[in-house]
């Protein structure tokens, strides 16, 4: 406790880092899983190679994509695009099957009866297909929001500043005080973006909360 409180800012400062690495992922994830699960989901044959193509992306280490990414991008080994952009991988990755799953889960007849009223492909997809999907796409999220906070601090073995830095240097000085407040600083992030998600994705389905109410 003494060490945190002769270090608060600069852990607020490797956390504000840590957030920025693991949460810009996780909306780019999500942006680009939306048609590929889409897609996956129009049309059946796309099913097994997207969700089972894009899902092994998630077994490549994260410690050697870091590495890799530089050589492929031309940038600086400490250039922490590369973690932005590792993290993306990982979260559509992890997030293509979700909403693929959670399109796939919507009733029929609820999509028929939108196509019915003259909603057109793309109003219905977003009116009333999307909607629904929202409470499976958030529990998609929350698995990925986890995982971006616990493998972002692998990046801070390339020297790349964020709460993982925290580790490296109580494991370099056999110092454990700045390990424990890293891993609890990382818990607190991880409930932090559940809590969002979980908030983000009530407001979005109103018609859930007037259900449980009643």
Excluded at 45 to 72: H, M
Excluded at 113 to 125: E, I
Aim: with cysteine; proline share 5%.
């Amino acid at each position: 406790m003494t060490w945190f409180l002769d270090h608060v800012q600069e852990v607020l400062d490797l956390a504000v880092q840590h957030v920025y690495l693991a949460g810009l992922p996780l909306l780019l994830g999500l942006l680009l899983a939306l048609p590929l699960g889409w897609l996956a989901r129009r049309y059946r044959v796309l099913y097994t190679p997207f969700t089972a193509g894009f899902g092994l992306l998630y077994t490549i280490p994260s410690l050697a994509l870091f590495i890799l990414l530089p050589l492929l991008l031309g940038t600086r080994i400490l250039d922490r695009n590369n973690v932005l952009i590792a993290m993306t991988i990982y979260t559509v990755a992890l997030l293509v099957r979700t909403v693929a799953d959670a399109l796939a889960a919507v009733p029929e007849n609820v999509a028929q009866a939108a196509t019915a009223m003259g909603f057109t492909r793309s109003r219905r997809f977003f009116a009333v297909e999307l909607p629904l999907a929202v409470p499976v796409i958030a529990a998609g999220l929350r698995v990925a929001a986890v995982s971006n906070v616990s493998i972002v601090s692998v990046a801070a073995v390339i020297g790349i500043p964020q709460l993982g830095l925290l580790f490296t240097d109580g494991f370099a000085r056999t110092f454990y005080d700045p390990i424990v407040v890293g891993i609890a600083a990382c818990i607190v992030l991880a409930l932090a973006f559940d809590l969002l998600i979980l908030a983000v994705a009530r407001a979005l389905t109103p018609w859930q909360r007037a259900g449980g109410a009643s």
